[in-house]
Structures are given as structure tokens and as C-alpha cells.
């Protein structure tokens, strides 16, 4: 067994593109469900919507890549108006629901025969659209150490997605340790204290859904620009769980959850992979036991138990309090 | 707070300028915060509140007293806006407010608490007081990411609630959760950090459930301070003693009605309260008394 490929390709994606990805996608989380108590199941939605911005506004209407990150802003905002009006009103069962439902039917919209032309249908859209992006990166060679590998497009996806990963992290940090982050965790506790103490609870839980969405429009951005294509079914109701996996593994409510528990979440998803591949290989693991072509499942099926394992061991994350998560919200 | 020798003044007043008024439903009184009219709310068939007139003098300690159901918490409300009515309407300092939002109603000086008390418990006791603070620049999103901006205040509204903590006898538990509180002292945090909004009139839903006798006395001592400091108290209480103690005027519901109100002992021996209300517990808690 090939130890140091198997260390070398774990470490690179518990460093990695998709760990980015998931990190920002879990950090707006973050914001909607530890902070606020808002229950988003759409959060693949708000990535959908960043990535087809770029890669639609790009291919299909020439715009420069620039201008169709700032639309994607704008877009992510306009999504989360239309889930935000008429449910933070309501229960936040409800907002689950809505959102749940509009994440997939975006996802629906996107892959309709009605707009394949610019939207690209089932195949989605792959382009050129981030060249604006990629003529930039001063890394062309890549990297290739015994413990961290990537080629030259990914390096430079790596270095601009974890500074973007810690200025996102930096704002959030100094949002939440505000008043006004303080005015977001009451109304976790209880909306209607928090109502009658004066504060304009439905305008702070808007705010809240909107940082939130632009955040997880970043997410979107990195996976098409990353990928330079985008297809519709990798923005599935998978997506938006494994964020909240990722979340949860962190600790929800820690600033630094997301990036920790997605750090963890893709390590062990490569490295029990690649663990199984190598075994299979070397006839460690008989072939009728488990076949290479079912290394991949099996993969998820360990991690699931590992994450099981860890939900009854510490189901506070890492990051989290035990005694805080002990204590009913409405005990 | 007030020196001892001061510390019945504003009762006097408050005594005082309730003293000729006749104990009858919807009587009008010298000063009132509060006048409500026709205030009707109906859940399906069964009609909750339906108040005629009613006034609320300023500056005193009014009680709102009644049997279970009769529609107390319904009217509290009402009042504070987080319940609609089907009709009527009411002013609070002469300002219409009926239909106003709830997080106005307060902005405005009309604070309440709760029957089952909403301590924020995931945050620490001093934050469930910050958070009450008012007018805090760092609540907006857009200075909230610049703490220089909000800093000082945040630093004085600090202050302020370490001195009422001090008063309300938390303060040792500051940086506690608040759901580690004991019940009483979950009551005295939301009483707290009510006072955090620096109302005119609090609202005080049920204050004594669930609180043990000790902690009750200086729950008494805190709602008579609140008289003292010029703030107007309204309360729904079941606790008869409680409210033959500090009350300055009592009003009686029964099936949403106003049935009676006037100075509590004259209330407490109206016909219509005892028929309606106290009946034979009434003779036992004045056994008690006396024993």
C-alpha cells in the first residue's frame, strides 16, 4: 500500500476545493441556523444561484466575469426576499418547508428543456467563464509535495478560496460578537422576548437570511469556477445536508465550526476511500467482499457510522459546549 | 433607590388622586395612561375579551385580577400588541396604539413580561440585559462589523445593567446562562431587564408563579420600587395577598368582562367580585390573615 499517496491525496483535499466549498456553504448556515435558529434546507439553492449567475451571465450574455459575481450578490438577494417575506413571519418549520421546496425548484428550473438554451438543461453549462480568473493565477506550475498536490487551476482556486474562506469568517466574526449578533441569538432563544423588548425581530431574521444567502452564493461561485462548468443535479438536497453535516461536525454557533468540521468531513471522505482503493488493490480486502467499483458508496456508508459515532460521543462538535447544547431551549 | 423616608410618597399620590373616585366598572380616572374602548376579541365562538371602557391611572400599582379564563393574559395582549383585536381601540399616553406592532409598543415605554417566563436561556445573564438595552447603534447591520462605533455604548448600557443586576441580586451570576436561574430568579431577570427599556409602564404577567415565599417578599419590594421611581405597574396576579399588599387599584374580570374595580379592600368585598371570583376562598385566605 502506497502510504504517502494515500497521506498525500487526503491532506490535499482536507485542503482542498470541495472543503472550501462546503465551508462557505456551512458558514452561511451557520448564520441562518446556530445564530438565528432559521431552519434554511435550501442552502444548495443559494449555490445554485451563484454559479449559474457566473457561468450563464458569462457563456450566454457576455458579461465580464466581475459583473456576474456582482449579479450573483444581487441574485442570492432577490432569493432570499422571495423565501424570506412570506415565511419569517411563520413558524420556523415553515421556512423549512419553503426552503426545501425553492431549492429544488431551482434546481428543477435549471435543468428544464424550456431553458436549455441558456441554462444548458440536464447537461448544465461548461464554458470558458472563468478565464477572467484563471489569466490571473501566478501559480501555473501547481504544487507537488509529498503531502499536498494540486495542479496549476486548483492552486490557484485553493489560495483565493481560503482568503475568501477567512475575510467571510472575519466579518461573521465580528457580526455575531455584536449587538446586533446578540439581537440574533435572542431571537434563536425566543422571538417574542425579543419582540417585546422592542426589537424588530422580522427585520433582523431578513438580514439574517440575506448574509447568509450572499454567503452561500460564494460557495456557488468557487464550485462553478472551480469546475468551470456547472450541472444541475450537484445542486441537489444532498448538498445543502452535507453542509449541515459539516455545520454540526464543526459545532453550530462556533465562528470557526464550518471550516473545521469541513476540513474533517473531506479528509475522512478521501482518506477511507483511498484506504479501501489501496486495500482492494493489495488483496487486503477479498474481492468478494467489496469490489473497487463499491469503494464509493462504501465510503459514505463508514462515514456515516463515523459521524454517528460522534453525534452520541460528543454531539456538540468540536467546537461546541456540551453543557450549552445540554441546556433546553425551553426547559 | 429611595431613600426610606421618601418611600411612600408616590403611593400617597397615587392613593391620593384614587381616592374620591367612584369603584365602579369603567369609571374615569384623574391621569390615565391608558383608556381603552370597546376592545372586543373573539377566538371562534367563545368571546376572550370584551372590555367597554377602561382607564389606568398613572403612577399607580393596578392589579388585574379573575378567575382562570376570564381572559386576563388575552387583554395583556391586546394591549402590548401581540394579539389581534376583532374591534376596538386604545391610547397609551394619548397616542393611538392599537394595531401597532409589538416591538413598537415597547419602543414607545409599554413594557411587559410573561406568564411563562422567557429568559433567553443560551445567553448569559448580562447579555439577556444588554440585549434590552436601547437605541443601540450596534444593532444595525451596517455599524455592527465596526465596534468602534457602538463601543461607549456598549460600555454604558454595561453599566446600567451590572447596577440593576446589583439591585435585583444577580449580579453573581453574570456571566451565568440564564437557563442555570433558579425559576424566582428567572423572574427577577425578566423583571430586569424589562426595566433595561426604560419603560413607563411594565406589564407584569403572573410575577409571584412559581416563586418560592422568600424570594417573593423581595419580588414585592422591587414591583413597589418601580411606583417609587414614577413608573406606572399593571398585573395580572392570582395571589390574593400579593395583591391586597402592593396594589393601589384592583380591576376584576370575569368571562372578558370588566366586572369591578376600586381600591382593594372595597373590591375584595363587592358582591359581584365574590360571586364571580373569590367566593369561599376568599373567607379562607382572610382566615389565614388573622391566624
Given at each position: 500500500m502506497d502510504f504517502i499517496f494515500i497521506a498525500q491525496q487526503s491532506f490535499s483535499a482536507a485542503l482542498g476545493v470541495n472543503t472550501i466549498i462546503f465551508a462557505l456553504a456551512a458558514i452561511g448556515l451557520n448564520m441562518h441556523f446556530g445564530y438565528t435558529g432559521l431552519l434554511n434546507f435550501g442552502q444548495a439553492g443559494f449555490l445554485a444561484v451563484g454559479a449559474y449567475s457566473v457561468a450563464t451571465l458569462v457563456v450566454s450574455f457576455n458579461f465580464p466575469l466581475w459583473a456576474a459575481l456582482l449579479a450573483g450578490i444581487f441574485n442570492s438577494i432577490i432569493l432570499a426576499l422571495l423565501l424570506g417575506l412570506p415565511t419569517l413571519r411563520l413558524r420556523a418549520d415553515y421556512l423549512a418547508i419553503v426552503t426545501i421546496a425553492a431549492a429544488e425548484i431551482i434546481r428543477q428550473i435549471a435543468r428544464s428543456a424550456t431553458f436549455n438554451k441558456y441554462l444548458g438543461g440536464s447537461d448544465g453549462i461548461t464554458g470558458k467563464f472563468g478565464k477572467d480568473f484563471f489569466d490571473l493565477?501566478?501559480?501555473?506550475d501547481g504544487l507537488d509535495t509529498p503531502f499536498l498536490r494540486y495542479n496549476g487551476n486548483d492552486l490557484w482556486v485553493v489560495v483565493t478560496g481560503w482568503a475568501l474562506v477567512f475575510v467571510v469568517l472575519f466579518v461573521m466574526w465580528l457580526l455575531v460578537r455584536s449587538p446586533w449578533g446578540r439581537v440574533l441569538k435572542a431571537i434563536r432563544e425566543d422571538e417574542e422576548a425579543v419582540r417585546s423588548l422592542g426589537k424588530n425581530v422580522y427585520l433582523y431574521k431578513m438580514q439574517s437570511l440575506i448574509i447568509g444567502g450572499i454567503v452561500g452564493s460564494f460557495a456557488g461561485f468557487v464550485y462553478a469556477l472551480s469546475r468551470q462548468s456547472v450541472q444541475p443535479d450537484n445542486y441537489g438536497t444532498a448538498l445543502t445536508f452535507f453542509a449541515y453535516t459539516v455545520l454540526i461536525l464543526g459545532g453550530a454557533a462556533r465562528v470557526f465550526a464550518p471550516i473545521a468540521g469541513s476540513i474533517i468531513f473531506w479528509f475522512l471522505l478521501v482518506f477511507i476511500e483511498q484506504m479501501l482503493r489501496e486495500a482492494v488493490g493489495a488483496g487486503y480486502i477479498p474481492e468478494w467482499l467489496i469490489g473497487v467499483n463499491q469503494v464509493g458508496q462504501i465510503r459514505f456508508m463508514l462515514v456515516g457510522l463515523g459521524l454517528m459515532l460522534l453525534m452520541i460521543f460528543r454531539p456538540q462538535g468540536i467546537f461546541g459546549d456540551r453543557k450549552e447544547l445540554a441546556l433546553d431551549a425551553r426547559a | 433607590m429611595p431613600a426610606p423616608s421618601q418611600s411612600n410618597s408616590r403611593r400617597d399620590i397615587a392613593l391620593a388622586a384614587l381616592a374620591?373616585?367612584?369603584?365602579?366598572?369603567g369609571v374615569s380616572k384623574p391621569d390615565p395612561i391608558i383608556v381603552a374602548d370597546n376592545v372586543l376579541r373573539k377566538f371562534g365562538g367563545l368571546t376572550a375579551v370584551n372590555v367597554g371602557h377602561l382607564e389606568i391611572q398613572r403612577g399607580a400599582i393596578t392589579a388585574l385580577i379573575g378567575p382562570n379564563g376570564a381572559g386576563k393574559t388575552t387583554f395583556f395582549n391586546l394591549l402590548t400588541g401581540f394579539d389581534q383585536v376583532d374591534e376596538g381601540s386604545w391610547t397609551f399616553n394619548g397616542i393611538k396604539i392599537s394595531g401597532t406592532p409589538p416591538h413598537k409598543v415597547a419602543r414607545m415605554g409599554m413594557v411587559r413580561t410573561f406568564q411563562l417566563t422567557k429568559a433567553l436561556y443560551r445567553l448569559t445573564v448580562i447579555d439577556n440585559m444588554l440585549l434590552?438595552?436601547?437605541?443601540?447603534?450596534?444593532?444595525?447591520i451596517l455599524r455592527a462589523a465596526l465596534p468602534f462605533l457602538w463601543n461607549a455604548q456598549e460600555k454604558a448600557a454595561t453599566a446600567r445593567s451590572e447596577e440593576l443586576l446589583t439591585r435585583f441580586k444577580l449580579i453573581d451570576k453574570r456571566d451565568d446562562f440564564a437557563a442555570a436561574l433558579s425559576g424566582g430568579q428567572r423572574k427577577l431577570l425578566e423583571m430586569a431587564r424589562a426595566l433595561m427599556v426604560e419603560p413607563e409602564l411594565v406589564m407584569l404577567d403572573e410575577p409571584m408563579a412559581g416563586v418560592n415565599p422568600a424570594l417573593k417578599q423581595s419580588l414585592l419590594g422591587h414591583i413597589k420600587d418601580l411606583r417609587e421611581e414614577g413608573m406606572t405597574v399593571l398585573f395580572v396576579e392570582h395571589d390574593m395577598d400579593m395583591v391586597r399588599d402592593i396594589s393601589d387599584w384592583v380591576i376584576v374580570m370575569a368571562q372578558g368582562e370588566i366586572v369591578a374595580e376600586g381600591p382593594p379592600n372595597v373590591v375584595m368585598r363587592d358582591k359581584a367580585v365574590i360571586d364571580a371570583y373569590l367566593g369561599a376562598h376568599h373567607d379562607s385566605t382572610l382566615e389565614q390573615d388573622r391566624g
Open positions: 493565477n501566478p501559480f501555473k | 374620591g373616585i367612584t369603584p365602579t366598572p434590552a438595552a436601547t437605541k443601540q447603534k450596534g444593532e444595525s
